[in-house]
């Protein structure tokens, strides 16, 4: 008997297996040979029993008490903090993050949990002077109803929890189509909801394959709004979608954030923040560090000292304390990295190290790319333009701000900037004309709290937000009451 777990869906309160029976292999990024879990592959027969069930919870849910989707929020909160270490090491096997991004990320999405708890608590309307001195004239928030809710892979429980806590929060349903390559974590999720004391239907989660799940849900017209994080590519498709239904949506897609290093800046500071953010994650995040613009003057040394600093990263089993980086997700990403740096490397780009499969010591079992650094890099080609979504840094020189700024803006995307100084006026003068949704001064690009609103410009979202009370802005719609008092009864 096979002591590989089976995991299901969860629709209108039940965990169920797939309606054609059909399951998905998950397997460990740092041991393809591992099998983590068995999850249903599920079709369009499961994405309309969930829209079904979520359509039929939302008529009580929408109207029921705040307070009441709080303390099961709070409560949720409560049940997977217990089980942080846990989920925290799934994550890890599941995913590839060292044990201790793992461990943080699932604390963060306690935090997250927590916040919302408290956010649907909140005032969710306003009162407005009339014309009339008569009329009582309000805004009140309510929800919109089925919200479909696509992850990707990379954060398989912090963005999970980040888009889900808000929507049930103020009042919607939810049907979930997690990353297939992270189904485990949503589970996890689900599982600390349920128990929580979610009604059935509220949120039901359904895996499987975009083409077989997200397909059929996004084109559900019952589903009023999608939140959506993933490639520009996919984000291009649901963006002609939901248009043509009249569908909200909600987009966060990618990032080639830059890290300015000017030459007043603490380098000890700026090499830890680039490095950190160009690395952790193997640079599987969309706020990772892709492009360090140095100030000439002291790009060769800081470079030399990326170099030393890049080269001692320790890559391996991420369950292993000692470890600094893990693998890329799967194999295909791996290739498709080593490939990235062997085309820049054929095009003439100033190559410094990495970037090619690694093997031994039982890394050839995994997923596993060698850090990559690049110097003296075009900031119009390939690797000074495009989302690598891996570990791999380019250094480009620029003779002092207005350069660096007009080079960091000089891609399609907008989600996070970094600047290193320590020069008041030069870090509010980045901070306004830096192009981006996220602007940090003498830390990483890839910082983001659960409070204050996260999102990008241009390329990098669809000018929404998400996180913090931004979030209230697209999982409610406004309704504005006017109430005049009939006449006075003679």
Same mark, same amino acid.
């Given at each position: 008997?096979?002591?590989?777990?089976?995991?299901?869906?969860?629709?209108?309160?039940? %965990?169920?297996? !797939?309606?054609?029976?059909?399951?998905?292999?998950?397997?460990?990024?740092?041991?393809?040979?591992?099998?983590?879990?068995?999850?249903? /592959?599920?079709?369009?027969?499961?994405?309309?029993? &969930?829209?079904?069930?979520?359509?039929? !919870?939302?008529?009580? %849910?929408?109207?029921?008490?705040?307070?009441?989707?709080?303390? #099961?929020?709070?409560? &949720?909160?409560?049940?997977?903090?217990?089980?942080?270490?846990?989920?925290?090491?799934?994550?890890?096997?599941?995913?590839?993050?060292?044990? $201790?991004?793992?461990?943080?990320?699932?604390?963060?999405?306690?935090?997250?949990?927590?916040?919302?708890?408290?956010?649907?608590?909140?005032?969710? @309307?306003?009162?407005?002077?009339?014309?009339?001195?008569?009329?009582?004239?309000?805004?009140?928030?309510?929800?919109?109803?089925?919200?479909?809710?696509?992850?990707? %892979?990379?954060?398989?429980?912090?963005?999970?929890? %980040?888009?889900?806590?808000? &929507?049930?929060?103020?009042?919607?349903?939810?049907?979930?189509?997690?990353?297939?390559?992270?189904?485990?974590? &949503?589970?996890?999720?689900?599982?600390?909801?349920?128990?929580?004391?979610?009604?059935?239907?509220?949120?039901?989660?359904?895996?499987?394959?975009?083409?077989?799940? @997200?397909?059929?849900?996004?084109?559900?017209?019952?589903? =009023?709004?999608?939140?959506?994080?993933?490639?520009?590519?996919?984000?291009?498709? *649901?963006?002609?979608?939901?248009?043509?239904?009249?569908?909200?949506?909600?987009?966060?897609?990618?990032?080639?954030?830059?890290? #300015?290093?000017?030459?007043?800046?603490? *380098?000890?500071?700026?090499?830890?923040?680039? =490095?950190?953010?160009?690395?952790?994650?193997?640079?599987?995040?969309?706020?990772?560090?892709?492009?360090?613009?140095?100030?000439?003057?002291?790009?060769?040394?800081?470079?030399?000292?990326?170099?030393?600093?890049?080269?001692?990263?320790?890559?391996?089993?991420?369950?292993?304390?000692?470890?600094?980086?893990?693998?890329?997700?799967?194999?295909?990403?791996?290739?498709?990295?080593?490939?990235?740096? $062997?085309?820049?490397?054929?095009?003439?780009?100033?190559? =410094?190290?990495?970037?090619?499969?690694?093997?031994?010591?039982?890394?050839?079992?995994?997923?596993?790319?060698?850090?990559?650094?690049?110097?003296?890099?075009?900031?119009?080609?390939?690797?000074?333009?495009?989302?690598?979504?891996?570990?791999?840094?380019?250094?480009?020189?620029?003779?002092?701000?207005?350069?660096?700024?007009?080079?960091?803006?000089?891609?399609?995307?907008?989600? +996070?900037?970094?600047?290193?100084?320590?020069?008041?006026?030069?870090?509010?003068?980045?901070?306004?004309? /830096?192009?981006?949704?996220?602007?940090?001064?003498? +830390?990483?690009?890839?910082?983001?709290?659960?409070?204050?609103?996260?999102?990008?410009?241009?390329?990098?979202?669809?000018?929404?937000?998400?996180?913090? $009370?931004?979030?209230?802005?697209?999982?409610?719609?406004?309704?504005?009451?006017?109430?005049?008092?009939?006449?006075?009864?003679?």
């Amino acid at each position: 008997m096979s002591d590989i777990p089976v995991f299901r869906n969860y629709i209108a309160g039940e %965990w169920k297996a !797939a309606a054609s029976g059909a399951v998905m292999e998950n397997r460990n990024p740092s041991n393809r040979d591992e099998i983590i879990g068995r999850f249903a /592959a599920s079709d369009a027969e499961d994405v309309k029993q &969930a829209v079904d069930a979520a359509a039929e !919870a939302y008529k009580t %849910w929408g109207k029921g008490s705040a307070i009441a989707r709080a303390n #099961i929020l709070h409560k &949720a909160a409560t049940i997977l903090e217990s089980r942080i270490p846990e989920i925290g090491r799934e994550l890890s096997r599941e995913e590839g993050k060292t044990l $201790k991004e793992g461990i943080g990320e699932t604390t963060r999405a306690v935090q997250i949990l927590r916040y919302y708890a408290g956010e649907a608590q909140q005032p969710s @309307g306003e009162h407005y002077p009339s014309m009339n001195p008569a009329t009582l004239l309000y805004t009140v928030r309510e929800p919109l109803g089925v919200c479909g809710i696509i992850t990707p %892979w990379n954060f398989p429980i912090a963005i999970p929890a %980040w888009k889900i806590a808000p &929507a049930l929060a103020f009042g919607n349903t939810v049907v979930f189509k997690p990353a297939s390559l992270t189904p485990l974590c &949503a589970v996890r999720l689900v599982e600390a909801l349920a128990e929580a004391g979610l009604p059935a239907g509220v949120l039901n989660l359904v895996t499987g394959s975009a083409g077989k799940v @997200g397909d059929p849900l996004v084109k559900d017209d019952r589903v =009023v709004a999608v939140s959506f994080t993933g490639s520009n590519e996919v984000g291009g498709e *649901l963006r002609k979608t939901m248009g043509a239904r009249g569908g909200k949506l909600q987009l966060e897609l990618g990032g080639k954030n830059p890290a #300015i290093v000017l030459a007043d800046a603490d *380098l000890d500071q700026a090499l830890m923040h680039v =490095v950190n953010g160009a690395m952790m994650s193997t640079g599987q995040k969309c706020t990772a560090t892709s492009r360090a613009i140095v100030d000439r003057r002291i790009a060769d040394a800081f470079t030399e000292k990326l170099a030393q600093r890049i080269a001692s990263i320790r890559v391996g089993d991420p369950l292993d304390p000692d470890t600094q980086m893990g693998p890329l997700i799967d194999d295909k990403a791996a290739d498709r990295v080593a490939g990235e740096v $062997k085309t820049a490397k054929e095009q003439g780009v100033t190559h =410094v190290f990495g970037g090619e499969r690694l093997s031994g010591e039982e890394r050839e079992r995994g997923a596993f790319v060698a850090p990559a650094l690049f110097t003296n890099v075009d900031p119009s080609s390939r690797l000074g333009q495009e989302e690598l979504f891996g570990p791999v840094l380019g250094v480009i020189p620029a003779d002092g701000l207005d350069e660096a700024v007009a080079i960091a803006n000089q891609v399609r995307f907008g989600l +996070s900037a970094s600047i290193f100084t320590r020069d008041l006026a030069t870090a509010l003068i980045f901070a306004q004309q /830096a192009e981006a949704g996220i602007v940090h001064v003498n +830390s990483e690009t890839a910082g983001a709290e659960p409070q204050v609103p996260f999102g990008g410009m241009k390329g990098s979202s669809s000018y929404s937000r998400e996180q913090g $009370k931004a979030a209230r802005e697209f999982f409610t719609q406004t309704k504005t009451v006017y109430i005049d008092l009939p006449p006075v009864a003679k």
